[in-house]
């Protein structure tokens, strides 16, 4: 018998959940080819987005476990069922954020407010039930045009054009709504039957909270008429973990500034790749010019989780976490870093590191009472003191790394500098030390004298730190707690869903800050349902929706 350990371990497993999710996907249903022939396993698809793995193993069944196989050919009478099951819109229940009426999961959150009407809504997910669109997309869009109480209308982004071809949406879902409601999204782009094999790249779509709802919903063209992928590649380049804004930048007037990783892969490397860095683009607010990609990490040779901020002060603020270990294959530490572009530039400033986090949740490290993926990612917010911009950070890390990749009772810091990264406040831990917590976001307001940060937390199931909250911390500019509530009750058992089961539910959340009021959004498995259309009502992965005061 095999025993694999570490990164490996996280490989055999990931190709168990593709196994179950194959299962009830034909892929002619998602337009993709099946002629291609058997493909080697690829390590890159531990370390990239996990909905472009997903997408790859189903159009490459023949490559599956031999265990699985029998599973495989049994995928069209599933998708026989699947397809004569009707997905009707539901009612409302505990915040659920989507009309789906068939059970296929959705995760990996965004959420973004209109602050002149913080009625209208927008949220993206990782949706599930791209697995049976014609066009192959899953980067999923959710509109409410009455403060997130119910969902106006819903659907996938449609594909891009890369390389003179279509390019569906794989996926790493981002929403931004400006101050005057203009709607904008992102989403991985590229060919699911062949991910790292041709060209892909980074879509950012715009449209009207008019046009999105009321257009036709699904992977409908017209839902989003303006959309294009601001940025391409081909191999062995893959372009992932895009994170956008749009804003105010000074003389440049309103632009996009999108940051994203590009990893090098190689297949015969033992982690699929050779390197990996942080570029972004900037386009203009109609997406009508755009930059070429803008090298951001510099001489870093393994990096990830690329953010981006347009300050209110103009100025666009890129973090980033450099990888210290991984690819050496010894222990892993992430030095958090931030470049600071002047108003209207397009030149970064030099690196300024935030804090080097020994402890960090390493690449192929788990909970320990968790298997779903999971590793360190920061995320950064900027609000005005003064006249002066104050720059913030959080991320989650272990209190200890038990056997240097089980990350025991995790918890948030945070952590702040007054002079554009120059210096950082000491870190700060904001959650409980008692329990498990992770997936750190933050949001405030261009002059707002708190902070809105919200995670996942284990520290309600005293005894196993197994099952799920979503906890939400007000915090003042300096990083002192003012106020904590828990948005969920009762706990969610997050190994539930019958597909995902345990392995996966997404690699972030999001709250975002408006007047006052955050609005979080979040994965759970609260409701039951016949999935597909078949057996018994059982709990599957839905997105929610939370509103709540600070």
Request: charged share 20%; net charge neutral.
């Amino acid at each position: 018998m095999a025993v694999f350990t570490g990164r490996r371990r996280l490989q055999v497993a990931g190709l168990a959940l593709v196994g179950l999710l194959a299962s009830l996907i034909a892929v002619p249903a998602t337009g993709v080819p099946k002629d291609r022939g058997p493909i080697k396993p690829d390590p890159l698809f531990t370390r990239l987005s996990q909905s472009v793995g997903i997408r790859y193993w189903i159009a490459h069944p023949e490559a599956a476990p031999i265990a699985l196989q029998e599973r495989f050919r049994r995928a069209g009478e599933a998708i026989e069922s699947a397809a004569a099951v009707a997905a009707q819109p539901t009612g409302r229940a505990r915040q659920r954020f989507n009309h789906d009426g068939i059970g296929l999961p959705q995760n990996e959150e965004s959420v973004s407010v209109c602050t002149k009407r913080p009625d209208v809504v927008l949220s993206g997910t990782n949706d599930y039930r791209g697995l049976l669109d014609p066009r192959g997309n899953s980067t999923g869009w959710h509109l409410s045009t009455d403060g997130g109480e119910t969902v106006r209308n819903e659907g996938l982004l449609p594909p891009v054009a890369i390389a003179g071809a279509p390019a569906p949406s794989g996926g790493d879902p981002v929403d931004v709504v400006t101050k005057n409601c203009a709607l904008y999204a992102a989403s991985l782009n590229y060919d699911p039957a062949d991910p790292t094999g041709g060209p892909n790249g980074v879509g950012i779509y715009k449209t009207s909270v008019r046009t999105l709802a009321n257009c036709p919903g699904g992977s409908a063209p017209s839902c989003w008429p303006n959309r294009r992928a601001v940025a391409q590649t081909t191999p062995p380049n893959f372009y992932d973990k895009e994170w956008f804004d749009v804003g105010q930048s000074g003389p440049a007037g309103r632009v996009v500034w999108v940051a994203f990783s590009d990893f090098v892969n190689d297949p015969d490397a033992p982690l699929g790749f050779t390197s990996a860095s942080i570029k972004a683009v900037r386009c203009d607010g109609a997406l009508e010019e755009c930059t070429q990609p803008i090298l951001i990490s510099g001489a870093d040779e393994d990096v990830q989780f690329a953010d981006v901020t347009i300050g209110p002060d103009g100025r666009t603020y890129i973090t980033w976490s450099e990888i210290r270990g991984e690819l050496e294959q010894t222990q892993q530490t992430f030095i958090h870093k931030l470049r600071v572009a002047q108003p209207g530039s397009t030149t970064f400033g030099p690196t300024r590191v935030i804090h080097r986090e020994t402890k960090a949740i390493p690449f192929g490290g788990f909970m320990h009472a968790n298997d779903f993926r999971i590793a360190t990612y920061p995320k950064s917010e900027v609000t005005m003191v003064g006249n002066k911009p104050r720059v913030f950070a959080v991320w989650d890390a272990c209190r200890y790394r038990l056997l240097d990749n089980v990350c025991e009772e995790s918890i948030i810091k945070f952590t702040y500098s007054r002079d554009l990264g120059q210096s950082w406040s000491e870190p700060r831990t904001v959650s409980r030390r008692l329990g498990d917590s992770y997936f750190p976001t933050i949001s405030a307001g261009a002059h707002s004298r708190r902070l809105a940060v919200a995670y996942f937390t284990n520290r309600y199931d005293r005894v196993f730190h197994n099952r799920q909250d979503v906890e939400l911390t007000t915090i003042g500019l300096n990083g002192r707690v003012m106020n904590r509530q828990r948005l969920t009750h009762p706990s969610n058992e997050s190994e539930a869903d019958p597909l995902l089961g345990g392995f996966f539910i997404g690699d972030y959340i999001e709250t975002s800050m408006v007047r006052g009021k955050a609005y979080t959004g979040y994965n759970a498995n609260y409701r039951s349902v016949r999935v597909l259309g078949e057996g018994f009502p059982v709990p599957q992965q839905d997105n929610y929706l939370t509103k709540s005061g600070l």
